[in-house]
Every structure is written in C-alpha cells, then in structure tokens.
C-alpha cells in the first residue's frame, strides 16, 4: 500500500511522470469531453468507437509505404497521418452510406467499424512480416503510463486547438444537433458542418488512440458528456462540465495508477468516469434518477393530500349547510374514492403528520384540524374553479371534466388559480361543484 | 398550359416534380402565391404536404422544376424565409432554454463565429412575447407543454424576420388557446404583408383561417382565394371517397 | 495457391460463424443496435477473468459461461441505463462496454503473472489455426471450431425459427408486442442471450473481427436488397456465408500478388462483407446507387 506522502506528491504532482501522464490525460480528456457533448447531442456517441476502429487500416498502410520508401516505418507524424486519412475515409463512408441509402446512424457506423477494422487487420497481419512491425500494437492499447513530454505538447496542442474551434463554432453545432433541417433551411452547410465535428472528433481521437489506447478514447468521448447531462439543462454548462469531468478522471485516474504498480493506467480512468457516470445518474441535480423518483413521491405525496382533503369536505358539505368542521366516519371517507383500507391509513398517517387532522380522537372518526379544514376549503375551492373553467372555456363535456381537472389542478400552481379566480370573478363562497356530489352508497 | 410568374410574388413554383425513389411524392407543382396572404395547405395524409415545403426550402433534392422566392432562386433570397418544422422533428430534451432555442432565428444574420449577443436576446425575447410565452424564456424545453413548444417554434420563425413563413403543421396537436394565439399571430403577420404558408389538417376550421387555400393530392388540385376554392368539387377531387371528411367540410361550407 | 482439406474447414467454419452471426445481425440492425455485436465483444473480457480466476486455467466451458453472462449483463446495464438515465441508446452502450473492459483489463493484469490471457488474442481469434484443435467424429477429424459454431448456428436458426413471428412484431412494434402479450422485454433478452453466446463461440475459436463484421455488413446488405424479414435474413445468411468463403480465398490469393507472405483471413473476410456490401449499395436494383440516378433521370425526363 503506497504511503499517505507517496499519495500526496502523487496526487500533487510532484514526481515528473505523473505529472506528464496527469497532464497529458486530462487535457485528453478536456477536449473529448468538449467534442464528446456535441456527439452526444447528434446521437452519434459510438462515433468515437466506429472511428478509433477505423483508423487501424491507415496506420499499417503508413507504416508498409514508409517502410518500402526506405524509412524505418516507426515515424510517429507518418503514422498519425495514415490515421488521421484512413479515419476521416472512414467517416465519409458513413456519412455516404446515411446519406444514399435508408439505413441508419449505428449500420452506417457499424460498417465503417467492422470493415475497416477488418481490412486494417488483414493489412497489419501483411505488414508484419517486414522488419520493425513490433510494437504497432501500442497504437490500439495504449501506453499512457509511459507517455512522454513531446507527447503532452502533442495532445495539448491538438487539444486546446479542437477545443477553441468547437467554442468559435459553438452556435452552429448547437443548431446542427438540435434542428438539422431548420439549419438548413436557413442555410447553414450542415453537411460540412457534420464532417468539420467529425474531423475534430477524428484529431482527438487519432492524439488520443496513440497517447491512451482505444479503449480509453472511446471512453472519454461517451462517458464525460453523458455524466454532465445529469447535472444541467444548459448546453453551456454542460460543455464545461463534461470538459471538467474528463480531465478529472484523467487526473485521478492516473495519479492512482501511479501509485499501484499493477493497475494500467488507461482501464483505471475508464472506471474514474464511469464512477462518475454513475454517482452522476444517480444523484445529477438536473436529470438524476433520486431527484426523479424524489419528485415523484412529492407529486404522489401532494395529491394524495389534496384527494383526501377534497373527500373530508365534500362530505362535509353533505353533512351540514353551512359548512362547518365535525369528525367524519371513517367509513364514509372510505367510501367516497376508490381507496383501499391501507391506502386511506397512509394518507391519514401523512394528514397527521401534516397537522391537517387533530391528534389523538377516536380512529374511526377522523376530525380536520383548524388548518386542515382551510387548506380543505381552499383545494376543493380551487378544484371547482378549475372544473368551472373548463366547462366554460373549453369544449370538453361536463362529464369528462373532473377526471382532467384531478390531473391537472395539481399541476397549476398558485398563480394559474389567482388567474381564474379573475377571470371567472369569483363568488363570496365556494362555488358549487358543477357535478351532482355522488351520495355515498 | 402557360404559366406567368410574377416577378414580385412572394412564392412561385414552377413545374416541380419530387421522386422518393422510383415514386413521385408531388409531380407538376405550379403555383404563384401573391404577397400578404393566408395560405393553407390541405389535403388527405400522405398527400405530399410536407414534402411540398421541404422541397420549397431545398431540403429534399427537387426532381425537375424550380421554386422562386421574390423572383429569385431560393439559395439567393433564403434571407427572406422562416419556417416552422414539425414539433416531432427535433429532440425535446435537448439542453437548451425557450430563449436559446428562439435566438436561433437569429444565427444566420449573425453568421459564422461570432456568439450571440444582447441584441439578439432582446429579439428573442421580444418573439417570445409575441407568441405570449415570455415568462418561460428560461425554462428547458422538455418543461414546456406542447402547445408552448408549438408557441417556441413560431416564436423562433418570428425572430427571423422573414417576409414569407412556412409552417408544417403548427396547429397539431396544440391546445384550444395556443390554436387561437397561432390564429392571431398569424393575421399580425398577414396584415403586416407577410406571406404565411401552412399546412393544414382541419378541414373544419381551414375557410375561417386562411385567405387563399392550396388543394393538394399528389398534384395541385386547386389553388386560389378560399372564396372561389373552397368548393364541394375541389374537396372531391383532392380527398377522394373519404366521405366522412366531406360531411365535415360540407357543414364547414355552409357556415361560411 | 494452394488449397488444402485444411482450407475447406477454414472456409467451411467461418461460412457457420459468418451465418450464426449474421442471423441475430438482423434483427440488432432492425432495433437500431448493430453495435452490440463490437460492444459485447468488447465487455464479455471481465467475464473471461473472472472465470479464469475463478477456475485457474483456460477450461473453455467455464470461460464460456463466463463470458455469455458478462454479454447478457451488457444488454442488461445498456438497457438500464438507456431507461432510468433517459440516455440515448447508443451511449449507454458505449459506457458499459468501455467500463467492463477496463474491467476485465484490471482484472487481467492481476493474473498476468500466470497466465497467456492477453487482450490481444481477444481481439485476432485464430481462424488459420482450428484444425490444430480438433475433434474425432467416428474416423472424420473434425475441428473443434467447426463444431461450435456449426452448433451456434442451430441454435440461432432453432430459436428464430420458433419464435419468428414474436420476433418479427417485437422488432416492428415493442408496443404492439406487449399489448398482444409476447413481452418484447423477455424477447429483448433472449436475442441479447444469442447474440452473446454467438459472439462468444465465434470468438473464442475463430475471433472478435468476423463477429462484429458479420452482425452488421450482411443484414445490412440484405436491407439494401429486400425490405421483407425472411428474405433479409435469408440473403443475409447467403451474403455472410460468401463473404466468408471468397474472404478465405482472398487471403490465400492477393498478399502474393501484393508482394507479402500471407495475411489474416478474418480480416479478408471482413473486408470482402465490406466489398458485397458496396455492390449492394450500388447495383441494388429496387434503391441501389445506379437505380437511384436512373430514377432521378427518367423522371426528370418525364416531366419535362
């Protein structure tokens, strides 16, 4: 187990290697996050995926046309180069194929993955027989934890240059992703403006595959931006939170990675993402699926006050004129909605938590508190507003009314009501329901 | 048959023929839409409607024939044209506010690069306004009704400022109250010489909305003043045996 | 060239694997998710090494179940994922694959020290060398690849066969499906639990490459020429198979003629999908390439 300094200088940087493999992997991870949101947004996230695969048949073919030019095959701008082609062929292929034909994003993606990937196979499996072909492999896996200083200048360079075309060009891409034929109904190129995202896409990708290895690229190109998405509805935002996360993972990725000797540096990023992917699911303040389920309990939790309030004073209503406070049967209530015994024991329970019912009293008669009897007058004296307003307003039969105005009051908040209220100047007293109050059986 | 196209009309279409594969969708297509018009577009599903506007604004590739905005080939007076897609077009839950969607009218007089700025959220907004939404300017799409959406779209053509609109179905499902505002809006935008052209399901409500209708099935059956259009024969021709529709639009007749 | 028995049951395995893969291709490419083929065959490495660790040697059988459970818990988390995040389909993908390789890395190294399991012959199978592993049949030798993609394959067509209509609905409409009462989820998951045991079988004796290429490049070839289910699948099966037996041919014939020693049959396999496919895409005669310019022609044509 390293020791709490070995973390500190770790985590602090203070060792020259960690140091060039954090910085390179999180400036990796900065421009793929950034460049990752807008694929996301294109519903393109296997992109990265298709075109890391695509890139392996430039790559041997770099090398057999380096090497039969004389050279030793190994030069690292001839390889990128071979890349870089056989990844933008790539996505052409795809875009060709989506655009002449009636199969979709992922076949047209598919295609380019699998024959490409197949073909640079077949391409790497003639080319190794010539002298110094070890070692291509490094292209696919990766080697982050033996990344170099040239290397950093290299990602960081291609980085903060896909980074800054991709904020110029912030504006276009929004409207690309979000309404294509509107963009090009207003005239924006958005064919060229596909490949412009695509070929930053591929730059990350072709510095990134050589730097970190497949995997990790496609990776940070998904991971990162969909993790954001919980935390903001704001494409601004988003960006710079993805941003954000990328080169955080990249950071503690690799700074554990260089604490335990065994764990390859690349695989211990993709679960600091995915961590983070998922502490982000769950918890996002914007799209997280607690707040989610959270909200709906409020939603369940409020209507079913207002249900069971709205019941005490209609039957109050049935019982005296004027309206006044007294105990209600329980059975009565029980009959008045569809309410099984233990749904009504909830709501009861939550009642009295709410102070809407007093204390204590016998259980079979449930008497409104002071509040709980106010708070009932004023929902069912906003329910019939409503009912009111749709009959008048609308041609909805009387009859389908209240199955509506039961979903929807809850819905309008205090403002809509005030609205009604004006409109419709209200009485001095409640209104009267527009429907007959079925009498209980 | 000689047809004269106007050099000042908002909208002419010339012997355009679209093919989605090896079947023509809309063939032979002429039509000379004057300036400051309420158009509706009708006719029975699969009709060609959209493709009709689509083929307009060069989204799909046209097969034969030319479409002229202001006398001009679209590419040149593109300026001069907003449009309202389908609201199923587009992915609601996309990280963006009514504002920011609106402000895309705007982009294009903006140009390349240069961000947006407080002039054209002012625009934005202003359109917001007009469609009666503003107080929602900051909220995310998908938190909006469908009607507001519908409202967000038209309020996105408006920033545009363009002197002919093409809507694809803005009335659909929207409810009662955003159906009137559209109405409204749509009168503002005629009364101030704008062109609307709109596609249309409701052939209840298509004579007490429009000024001048296009019947379309495939070709044009008639186009011209919802006066002299708007007739049983027309309604035949263009929907065929479909008679339950007929007794809808006959009653429609004789209201108006 | 050189043909030899041992090229037939080269040629003759990869047409069972290409065939056994392209059948769930299909309906992958019909549901929008031709990528779980690349996807599962990227994630069922923790599956691997675990079994591995598990077991402590390179039995294929535990391996196997490995990794079909790792493939189905792919489907599973992708599904999960894509519901309760509101996530698009294909990023859910990518991030549980992505994440259980990494996985599987880890846990690989750890068992480095004692073992061959690098994730490189994950990626390249060795279709060149599966009559080095063979089986007797009576006096026949048969290889041991053969057998299980042969029964990958019988078992694809026994399945899609009997459930082909729930199949074809749940594909078409899911929503249909469940109000007619064949649950597409459980259907979701039993075409996720073939595509991963097909993956794993091929991969394991032939490799990854033939897999992903043969789930995607054939169906969606079939496409471009029918737009009927049993005919797609039927053509599908046709194209896999020839894409497998001219890809044998090829890597046998053109590094020669190229000036190298040989090259890697799944990959000649792969590209030569790749190659029927253009051909489908251009001479199809209902909506290929060619047909779509003469379409565009004659009706201008006609109008004018």
Same mark, same amino acid.
């Given at each position: 187990?390293?020791?709490?300094?070995?973390?500190?200088?770790?985590?602090?940087?203070?060792?020259?290697? #960690?140091?060039?493999?954090?910085?390179?992997?999180?400036?990796?991870?900065?421009?793929?996050?950034? #460049?990752?949101?807008?694929?996301?947004?294109?519903?393109?996230?296997?992109?990265?995926?298709?075109?890391?695969?695509?890139?392996?048949?430039?790559?041997?073919?770099?090398?057999?046309?380096?090497?039969?030019?004389?050279?030793?095959?190994?030069?690292?701008?001839?390889?990128?180069?071979?890349?870089?082609?056989?990844?933008?062929?790539?996505?052409?292929?795809?875009?060709?194929?989506?655009?002449?034909?009636?199969?979709?994003?992922?076949?047209?993606?598919?295609?380019?993955?699998?024959?490409?990937?197949?073909?640079?196979?077949?391409?790497?499996?003639?080319?190794?027989?010539?002298?110094?072909?070890?070692?291509? %492999?490094?292209?696919?896996?990766?080697?982050?934890?033996?990344?170099?200083?040239?290397?950093?200048?290299?990602?960081?360079?291609?980085?903060?240059?896909?980074?800054?075309?991709?904020?110029?060009?912030?504006?276009?891409?929004?409207?690309?992703?979000?309404?294509?034929?509107?963009?090009?109904?207003?005239?924006?190129?958005?064919?060229?403006?596909?490949?412009?995202?695509?070929?930053?896409?591929?730059?990350?990708?072709?510095?990134?595959?050589?730097?970190?290895?497949?995997?990790?690229?496609?990776?940070?190109?998904?991971?990162?931006?969909?993790?954001?998405?919980?935390? #903001?509805?704001?494409?601004?935002?988003?960006?710079?939170?993805?941003?954000?996360?990328?080169?955080?993972?990249?950071?503690?990725?690799?700074?554990?990675?260089?604490?335990?000797?065994?764990?390859?540096?690349?695989?211990?990023?993709?679960?600091?993402?995915?961590?983070?992917?998922?502490?982000?699911?769950?918890?996002?303040?914007?799209?997280?699926?607690?707040?989610?389920?959270?909200?709906?309990?409020?939603?369940?939790?409020?209507?079913?006050?207002?249900?069971?309030?709205?019941?005490?004073?209609?039957?109050?209503?049935?019982?005296?004129?004027?309206?006044?406070?007294?105990?209600?049967?329980?059975?009565?209530?029980?009959?008045?909605?569809?309410?099984?015994?233990?749904?009504?024991?909830?709501?009861?329970?939550?009642?009295?938590? %709410?102070?809407?019912?007093?204390?204590?009293?016998?259980?079979?008669?449930?008497?409104?508190?002071?509040?709980?009897?106010? %708070?009932?007058?004023?929902?069912?004296?906003?329910?019939?507003?409503?009912?009111?307003?749709?009959? #008048?307003?609308?041609?909805?039969?009387?009859?389908?009314?209240?199955?509506?105005?039961?979903?929807?009051?809850?819905?309008?908040?205090?403002?809509?009501?005030?609205?009604?209220?004006? %409109?419709?100047?209200?009485?001095?007293?409640?209104?009267?329901?527009?429907?007959?109050?079925?009498?209980?059986? | 048959?000689?047809?004269?196209?106007?050099?000042?009309?908002?909208?002419?279409?010339?012997?355009?023929?679209?093919?989605?594969?090896?079947?023509?969708?809309?063939?032979?297509?002429?039509?000379?839409?004057?300036?400051?018009?309420?158009?509706?577009?009708?006719?029975?599903?699969?009709?060609?409607?959209?493709?009709?506007?689509?083929?307009?604004?060069?989204?799909?590739?046209?097969?034969?024939?030319?479409?002229?905005?202001?006398?001009?080939?679209?590419?040149?007076?593109?300026?001069?044209?907003?449009? =309202?897609?389908?609201?199923?077009?587009?992915?609601?839950?996309?990280?963006?506010?009514?504002?920011?969607?609106?402000?895309?009218?705007?982009?294009?007089?903006?140009?390349?690069?240069?961000?947006?700025?407080?002039?054209?959220? !002012?625009?934005?907004?202003?359109?917001?306004?007009?469609?009666?939404?503003?107080?929602?300017?900051?909220?995310?799409?998908?938190?909006?009704?469908?009607?507001?959406?519908?409202?967000?779209?038209?309020?996105?053509?408006?920033?545009?400022?363009?002197?002919?609109?093409?809507?694809?179905?803005?009335?659909?499902?929207?409810?009662?109250?955003?159906?009137?505002?559209? =109405?409204?809006?749509?009168?503002?935008?005629?009364?101030?010489?704008?062109?609307?052209?709109?596609?249309?399901?409701?052939?209840?409500?298509?004579?007490?909305?429009?000024?001048?209708?296009?019947?379309?099935?495939?070709?044009?059956?008639?186009?011209?003043?919802?006066?002299?259009?708007?007739?049983?024969?027309?309604?035949?021709?263009?929907?065929?045996?479909?008679?339950?529709?007929?007794?809808?639009?006959?009653? !429609?007749?004789?209201?108006? | 060239?050189?043909?030899?028995?041992?090229?037939?049951?080269?040629?003759?395995?990869?047409?069972?694997?290409?065939?056994?893969?392209?059948?769930?291709?299909?309906?992958?490419?019909?549901?929008?998710?031709?990528?779980?083929?690349?996807?599962?065959?990227?994630?069922?490495?923790?599956?691997?090494?675990?079994?591995?660790?598990?077991?402590?040697?390179?039995?294929?059988?535990?391996?196997?179940?490995?990794?079909?459970?790792?493939?189905?818990?792919?489907?599973?988390?992708?599904?999960?994922?894509?519901?309760?995040?509101?996530?698009?389909?294909?990023?859910?993908?990518?991030?549980?694959?992505?994440?259980?390789?990494?996985?599987?890395?880890?846990?690989?190294?750890?068992?480095?020290?004692?073992?061959?399991?690098?994730?490189?012959?994950?990626?390249?199978?060795?279709?060149?060398?599966?009559?080095?592993?063979?089986?007797?049949?009576?006096?026949?030798?048969?290889?041991?690849?053969?057998?299980?993609?042969?029964?990958?394959?019988?078992?694809?067509?026994?399945?899609?066969?009997?459930?082909?209509?729930?199949?074809?609905?749940?594909?078409?409409?899911?929503?249909?499906?469940?109000?007619?009462?064949?649950?597409?989820?459980?259907?979701?998951?039993?075409?996720?639990?073939?595509?991963?045991?097909?993956?794993?079988?091929?991969?394991?004796?032939?490799?990854?490459?033939?897999?992903?290429?043969?789930?995607?490049?054939?169906?969606?070839?079939?496409?471009?020429?029918?737009?009927?289910?049993?005919?797609?699948?039927?053509?599908?099966?046709?194209?896999?198979?020839?894409?497998?037996?001219?890809?044998?041919?090829?890597?046998?014939?053109?590094?020669?003629?190229?000036?190298?020693?040989?090259?890697?049959?799944?990959?000649?396999?792969?590209?030569?999908?790749?190659?029927?496919?253009?051909?489908?895409?251009?001479?199809?005669?209902?909506?290929?390439?060619?047909?779509?310019?003469?379409?565009?022609?004659?009706?201008?044509?006609?109008?004018?």
């Amino acid at each position: 187990m390293p020791t709490p300094h070995e973390i500190l200088s770790t985590v602090l940087l203070q060792s020259y290697n #960690t140091r060039v493999v954090v910085l390179g992997t999180a400036m990796l991870g900065l421009a793929s996050g950034i #460049t990752g949101a807008f694929l996301l947004l294109r519903k393109r996230s296997l992109m990265g995926d298709a075109l890391s695969h695509a890139t392996f048949p430039g790559i041997g073919i770099a090398f057999a046309l380096m090497v039969s030019a004389g050279g030793s095959g190994k030069d690292l701008p001839g390889l990128l180069t071979g890349a870089t082609i056989s990844g933008v062929l790539g996505v052409l292929c795809m875009l060709a194929i989506r655009n002449t034909t009636r199969l979709r994003d992922d076949v047209a993606m598919g295609f380019a993955l699998s024959v490409f990937f197949g073909t640079g196979a077949a391409v790497y499996a003639m080319v190794q027989t010539k002298p110094g072909a070890a070692g291509l %492999e490094s292209f696919i896996y990766g080697k982050a934890a033996s990344m170099v200083f040239s290397d950093v200048v290299m990602i960081s360079t291609v980085g903060i240059t896909v980074t800054a075309t991709a904020l110029l060009l912030l504006k276009e891409f929004t409207v690309l992703c979000f309404d294509e034929n509107f963009a090009a109904s207003t005239g924006w190129p958005v064919l060229r403006l596909d490949i412009l995202l695509l070929v930053l896409v591929t730059a990350v990708t072709v510095t990134g595959l050589q730097a970190v290895g497949l995997i990790l690229i496609i990776a940070f190109l998904i991971i990162p931006p969909t993790a954001a998405r919980f935390w #903001t509805n704001s494409l601004r935002r988003m960006l710079v939170l993805s941003g954000g996360i990328g080169a955080i993972s990249g950071w503690l990725g690799a700074s554990v990675s260089a604490l335990f000797a065994n764990l390859p540096a690349g695989a211990l990023i993709v679960l600091t993402a995915a961590s983070i992917f998922l502490f982000s699911m769950l918890f996002g303040t914007a799209r997280g699926v607690v707040l989610k389920l959270l909200d709906q309990a409020r939603l369940q939790r409020r209507i079913g006050r207002q249900h069971l309030l709205r019941a005490a004073y209609e039957i109050l209503e049935t019982m005296n004129q004027p309206v006044s406070n007294q105990p209600i049967p329980r059975q009565r209530l029980l009959e008045h909605r569809s309410w099984s015994n233990p749904e009504l024991s909830r709501l009861l329970t939550q009642a009295r938590n %709410e102070d809407h019912i007093e204390p204590g009293s016998n259980p079979a008669q449930i008497h409104l508190s002071e509040s709980g009897f106010g %708070e009932a007058s004023r929902i069912t004296r906003n329910h019939r507003l409503w009912e009111l307003y749709l009959i #008048t307003h609308a041609d909805i039969a009387p009859s389908h009314v209240d199955r509506d105005a039961d979903l929807v009051e809850h819905i309008l908040g205090a403002e809509m009501v005030r609205a009604l209220e004006a %409109e419709l100047k209200p009485r001095p007293v409640i209104p009267n329901s527009p429907h007959q109050i079925p009498s209980p059986s | 048959m000689v047809h004269e196209h106007p050099p000042d009309c908002p909208l002419s279409v010339h012997d355009l023929t679209v093919a989605y594969q090896r079947k023509p969708v809309i063939w032979d297509v002429d039509l000379n839409i004057p300036e400051g018009k309420l158009v509706g577009i009708v006719g029975p599903n699969g009709a060609g409607k959209s493709t009709l506007l689509k083929a307009c604004l060069d989204l799909i590739p046209k097969t034969s024939g030319w479409v002229h905005i202001y006398g001009q080939p679209y590419r040149a007076n593109r300026h001069l044209v907003g449009y =309202v897609p389908q609201r199923e077009s587009v992915d609601w839950d996309f990280p963006v506010n009514a504002l920011d969607v609106v402000a895309m009218g705007t982009y294009r007089r903006l140009g390349w690069f240069r961000p947006v700025g407080k002039a054209q959220k !002012a625009i934005a907004l202003e359109a917001l306004e007009k469609v009666g939404i503003a107080h929602l300017a900051g909220r995310q799409i998908s938190q909006l009704s469908g009607g507001q959406q519908q409202r967000v779209f038209l309020a996105r053509a408006l920033a545009q400022d363009a002197k002919v609109y093409f809507m694809d179905e803005p009335f659909a499902a929207v409810d009662a109250a955003t159906e009137q505002a559209i =109405v409204v809006l749509l009168q503002e935008l005629r009364d101030s010489g704008r062109t609307c052209l709109v596609v249309h399901h409701d052939l209840a409500t298509v004579a007490q909305y429009f000024d001048w209708l296009i019947f379309l099935n495939l070709r044009v059956v008639a186009s011209g003043p919802t006066r002299e259009v708007f007739t049983d024969e027309n309604l035949r021709k263009t929907y065929g045996g479909k008679l339950s529709l007929l007794d809808h639009a006959a009653e !429609a007749i004789r209201r108006s | 060239m050189n043909w030899t028995p041992d090229d037939t049951w080269i040629a003759l395995t990869g047409a069972l694997c290409a065939m056994a893969c392209s059948l769930p291709g299909c309906f992958l490419v019909l549901r929008k998710m031709s990528m779980m083929g690349d996807a599962i065959s990227h994630a069922v490495l923790p599956g691997l090494a675990i079994a591995f660790l598990v077991t402590g040697e390179r039995a294929s059988l535990p391996m196997f179940l490995g990794a079909a459970a790792t493939g189905v818990l792919t489907a599973v988390f992708t599904q999960w994922i894509t519901r309760f995040g509101n996530i698009d389909q294909g990023a859910a993908m990518g991030i549980v694959f992505t994440t259980l390789f990494a996985l599987g890395l880890i846990l690989i190294v750890q068992a480095a020290d004692h073992v061959d399991l690098d994730p490189g012959c994950v990626l390249y199978g060795a279709i060149e060398f599966i009559t080095f592993d063979t089986v007797s049949l009576g006096s026949t030798e048969i290889p041991r690849a053969a057998l299980v993609n042969g029964g990958a394959l019988l078992l694809n067509l026994t399945v899609i066969a009997t459930l082909y209509k729930e199949l074809r609905i749940s594909s078409f409409d899911s929503g249909l499906a469940d109000t007619l009462g064949f649950s597409s989820g459980l259907l979701h998951y039993l075409l996720m639990t073939l595509v991963a045991v097909t993956t794993v079988a091929a991969f394991e004796s032939v490799g990854s490459i033939i897999v992903i290429a043969m789930m995607i490049v054939p169906p969606a070839a079939a496409l471009l020429l029918t737009r009927r289910l049993l005919p797609m699948l039927l053509l599908s099966s046709a194209i896999a198979g020839a894409s497998a037996v001219l890809g044998h041919w090829a890597a046998l014939i053109v590094p020669p003629l190229i000036g190298f020693e040989r090259t890697n049959t799944s990959g000649m396999i792969a590209f030569t999908a790749g190659l029927l496919f253009t051909l489908a895409w251009i001479f199809s005669p209902t909506e290929g390439l060619l047909r779509r310019r003469a379409d565009a022609l004659s009706s201008a044509d006609g109008t004018t």
